[in-house]
């Protein structure tokens, strides 16, 4: 498998940490801060589970850069950067909802969703017990069970997830987006982390997942989980994925679906 050793590396400190974040629930959750609006908070579990990331790969990959969601980024030497989310789905941690995920990808070229290459990725739901992996060209799997997209569905048979900002003016938007999409679908679904809504799709347990306003570590291993799995992973438009849009689903249906999100104003 390409890349092989990168991914032993994210994979080992995924589960590491994910075990960590997974004692810290146990023991009880507190807000430590919040960010860009009172809702969009870090607990302290974040905060050293990210730290335990960041040393564990500082001793494995020292040339390496690194882009983290509580502790900033850092630039290497290698080429390659990790991109890591350490809690996604925060909200869920803190409200002890078993669905979050240590998020960790490593990428080369700028750690720039617009024009890195991921390479490999770690999706690791501690509370569940399942850990998402890829490597670009050697495919993807769940607890080292190859997975694929679901077969193609219509429009109106596809059970669609996604989520929404933390700022509320956009939360306005996006709700009539939805409002207008849910009569057209099967279902909709807001399970609150991109990381796993996107290896959802990629083992099929939904047929699409669409976000706007996501941080790059909240899809930069998820998306590449997706893509080996035979999903289309896009941006609007012939972009890449980024803050902006990110829109993954078996290929045709990505087509389908990206049309009438447009025509509803996403
Ligand atoms: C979360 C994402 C989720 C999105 C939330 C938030 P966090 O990331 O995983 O999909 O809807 O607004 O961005 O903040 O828990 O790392």
Known sequence: ????????????????????????????????????SSVDIVTEADRE???????????ARPNDGFFGEESGAERGTSGL????????????????????AVSIAVVEGEPDPLTWSALAGAVVNPASGETFTATAGGGAFLNGERIHVAPPVDLSEALVATGFAYASEERSRQGRVIAGLLPQVRDIRRMGTASLDLCFVACGRTNAYFERTLSPWDHAAGALVA?????????????????????????????RLERELVRLGI
Do not use: C
């Not at 890349?3 to 995924?14: E, G, M, P, W």
């Not at 990210?50 to 500082?58: G, M, P, Q, T, V």
């Not at 950067?81 to 979050?100: A, K, R, S």
């Open 1 to 36: 498998m390409p890349h092989s050793d990168l991914l032993a590396t994210a994979q080992r400190i995924a589960l590491e940490a994910g075990a960590l974040a997974l004692r810290r629930r146990a023991e009880g959750v507190e807000v430590a801060a919040s960010k860009s």
């Open 49 to 59: 589970t990210e730290k335990l990331i960041r040393d564990a790969l500082a001793s």
């Open 81 to 100: 950067t990790w991109i890591v989310d350490p809690i996604d789905g925060t909200v869920n941690f803190l409200y002890g909802i078993p669905h979050y």
């Open 227 to 255: 893509i080996e799995a035979g999903a289309t992973v896009k941006g609007l438009g012939d972009r890449a994925p980024s803050r902006d849009f990110i829109l993954a689903a078996e290929p045709k249906l990505t087509v």
